[in-house]
């Protein structure tokens, strides 16, 4: 389509009666649709997988950074710009000669892996054996992803490009969840990276994030600093 089409989605609030919910994505797709094609935006038409990386990056922290400041207008503006990057990469794709997939596939596949990973949820015959909580689903999840990937090791998978804080923190859970006991040592003599993984083992034994508590300890440093500044000037 090279145009949108004549009928408006309001997406300025909740579904109404009768409106299927995710209906104004299909605008959003459309007008991705326009932004790509010949007349859209000349920097939207010459944009790559690669070339998207850095706002996919940025966008993300937004979204974390919104949280954070427990803004729900600011997390929803920051959500949509990080709904964006997904529906952009998914229409770049749809352009590939050789191997075309678009949001549909990538809908469809999550779909999927969503109703197959929850058996509990999904299956035909009701889950047996008391009630399941979400320990016992995590543990699901594991165990079918490694089947369905081919993992040898409880490690595998796991995004070594995380923050070094949230890599650690994926890691001991993993060894936790497997019942490996592969705990941080740390002596006298430890250095400095050894400490700080002790640390992520005591935040998680305490049920603390430990990206988000040294993030919240940021973001308080950074509230001293400009009192300090405003008092000063």
């Known amino acids: 389509m090279d145009q949108p089409p004549d009928r408006h989605v309001d997406a300025s609030g909740p579904a109404g009666p009768g409106v299927v919910p995710g209906v104004a994505l299909l605008e959003l797709v459309t007008v991705m649709d326009r932004l790509r094609s010949p007349g859209g935006c000349p920097w939207d038409a010459e944009q790559t997988h690669q070339s998207l990386t850095r706002y996919l990056l940025e966008e993300t ?107 650690a923190d994926k890691l001991l859970g993993r060894l936790a969840r497997a019942g490996l006991d592969v705990a941080p040592v740390v002596d006298g003599d430890a250095s400095v990276g050894s400490r700080l993984l002790q640390l992520v083992a005591e935040a998680r034994a305490e049920g603390t994030d430990p990206e988000a508590a040294l993030r919240s300890s940021l973001a308080e440093l950074a509230a001293r600093v400009r009192t300090v500044e405003a008092d000063g000037s």
């Open 61 to 167: 922290y937004e979204v974390l950074e919104a949280l954070d400041s427990g803004d729900r207008d600011h997390l929803r503006e920051e959500l949509g710009d990080l709904l964006l990057q997904v529906v952009f990469h998914a229409r770049i794709a749809a352009e590939d000669a050789d191997d075309a997939w678009d949001i549909d596939d990538v809908a469809r596949d999550i779909v999927a892996k969503l109703v197959r990973r929850h058996p509990h949820v999904f299956a035909d015959v009701p889950a047996t054996g008391g009630p399941v909580d979400a320990e016992a689903v995590q543990a699901g999840w594991d165990r079918q992803k490694s089947v369905e990937k081919g993992r040898t090791s409880v490690l595998d998978g796991v995004p070594t490009a995380l923050p070094a804080l949230a890599l």
